[in-house]
């Protein structure tokens, strides 16, 4: 069966270290990723996706993810942590051939100390 | 609009009582989407409308739920009979019909069955 995993509930991390979010995938294919973050109290905002090519894709406010087809992951990196990133973070995926349905791991609350 | 806006941002049913969850997507985005939140959990698929076509209605969770999108713009989710069960937060969501795009995220309903 198709499912995301996210193997850790809570990261925690101090600021202006390196973060890692992990996430990994089974799904036939290859599969689109994408990751997202909520903030309190607000709906999910994109971060950044994999689709093809490069395997280092850059998203927004600093955040990368490492596509490794091998690992089957999709880790979603920062390289200095910033208080503000503290929130929840899911990773998704869309299986090939289906041009909507997204399957969603459970979150990880990252949790970013002064 | 900018967004997708979803509206009310809270509503506090008494059990037994209807209630209608408002989005409007994005213009322009055929695809449209409704997702249901439990506090700290993955978003849970409910429906997919392309345009006005409710193609996928598999996660709705009882026929007391109810989707619409008359004019393939604004969509609405009705619950019937609400019960403490479907408090949540109701996430709407809105994409271009591509498998490689991402979704944009309303806000969220919160919904409190008392």
């Known amino acids: 069966a198709q499912s995301v995993a996210q193997p850790e509930d809570q990261v925690n991390v101090a600021e202006g270290n390196p973060l890692t979010v992990k996430c990994t995938y089974s799904?036939?294919?290859?599969?689109?990723l994408f990751w997202y973050v909520q903030y309190p109290n607000r709906g999910l905002q994109f971060l950044l996706k994999y689709i093809t090519g490069d395997n280092l894709v850059k998203g927004s406010y600093g955040f990368e993810a490492e596509f490794n087809k091998s690992q089957t992951s999709f880790h979603l990196k920062k390289p200095s942590a910033l208080v503000s990133d503290s929130a929840l973070y899911f990773c998704?995926?869309?299986?090939?051939?289906?041009?909507?349905?997204?399957?969603w791991g459970a979150g990880t609350k990252l949790i970013i100390k002064p | 609009g900018a967004g997708v806006s979803q509206s009310p941002r809270y509503k506090v049913a008494k059990r037994g009582q209807d209630v209608a969850l408002r989005c409007d997507p994005i213009s322009g985005h055929v695809s449209l989407f409704w997702y249901q939140q439990a506090l700290g959990q993955g978003p849970e698929f409910l429906t997919y409308?392309?345009?006005?076509?409710?193609?996928?209605k598999s996660g709705l969770p009882s026929d007391r739920f109810f989707a619409e999108r008359p004019e393939g713009s604004v969509s609405t989710l009705k619950i019937q009979r609400t019960q403490q069960e479907d408090s949540a937060v109701y996430l709407c969501?809105?994409?271009?019909?591509?498998?490689?795009?991402?979704?944009?995220f309303g806000q969220g309903t919160r919904l409190t069955v008392v």
């Open positions: 969501a809105s994409s271009l019909p591509s498998p490689n795009t991402e979704a944009f």
């Open positions: 998704a995926v869309r299986e090939p051939g289906s041009n909507y349905q997204l399957i």
């Open positions: 799904v036939s294919g290859n599969p689109y």
């Open positions: 409308f392309q345009n006005e076509a409710q193609l996928d």
